[in-house]
């Protein structure tokens, strides 16, 4: 990817930021207790964001909040709702629409069913798209289906497609206990990762570290929805950017963020020429990755470990031939 030299040609522009983590609560320190965790300070960062998005000269089209909004930490001190309330409230200043990722820490303070018919099922932006554009191969983000998955996709300019994921398809968090995918997914746990604490690494080597309780997968159902949505979009000559919470290139998070089944969506990526990126937060160090079928793999850096003298998020310029990150702070540029 190239130094932007110039502003010209430019089609439009959207805004990025992973794992805000907001919670009214003293600092903390992440898992590993290696570095601090900044919960109540997440709000002014997002507050400073979105400030500067909507003085930007050209305003983003959109804002990709990669999940993870408030911490987990909210469900146990039992005010989940006023935390969702309070970062909400931030985002109703910001002149972009923003889609809405649900990532583990949605999960540890609601279920499918809550976050359905919750502010963060924005799956009703998918109505954003140019005239012409296909609505067909749709999922329903029913509340009342234990096994729906959160997925949709949206146009925001000629030729160019967006695809919201759901990374916790397969997952011990947020399922009803007796459905079919949470069955599978403890399973699939199970059999990998025999620690008691399910979201203990020990004993686990390599990439055998993503079983973990707090991360999760893709369905056979979502990964078919997934290959007609981009096979759509490769006889339509566009190019698609796939987002969800979890990383799914191993060379561009730690082995402990990645997807359990990233190989079957890697592989389902590579089959088609319209992808050129995949978007993730999760691991708050972020990360980049090139792969050796041109897919950039960009993992965003999270805001709860953000000091409040620097920052973490983006803005992204869409050409016809390249995207260019102007990151802040922590947030490197790429082009």
Known sequence: METESAENNLYFTFGVIADLQYANVQNGLNYARTRERYYRNSLLQLRRAIKEWNEELITPKFILQLGDII???????KVPEEALQTVINEFTNCASPVHHIWGNHEFYNFDRKQLAKSVLNSKHLEGDVEPGDVPCFETEVNPDDPEAF?????????????????????????????SEKHNKSVQILKSNNKNENPNSPEGLDGLNKRFLGFNGGFSQEQLEWLNNVLTF????????????????????TDPMCVAWNYNEILSLLH???SVICFIAGHDHDGGYYLDDHGIHHLTFEGVIETSPESQAFG???VYEDRMI?????RISARG
């Open 315 to 317: 803005t992204v310029h």
């Open 271 to 273: 089959a088609h020429p």
């Open 325 to 329: 990150l102007k990151g802040r702070g």
């Open 150 to 178: 959160y997925g949709y996709h949206f146009s925001p300019f000629p030729k160019f497609r967006f695809i919201i994921t759901d990374g916790y398809d397969l997952s011990i968090l947020g399922r009803e206990k007796n």
């Open 233 to 252: 979009s490769d006889n339509n000559q566009e190019k698609v950017t796939v987002i969800g919470h979890l990383p799914v290139h191993p060379y561009s």
């Open 71 to 77: 911490d987990g930490c909210n469900s146990q001190i």
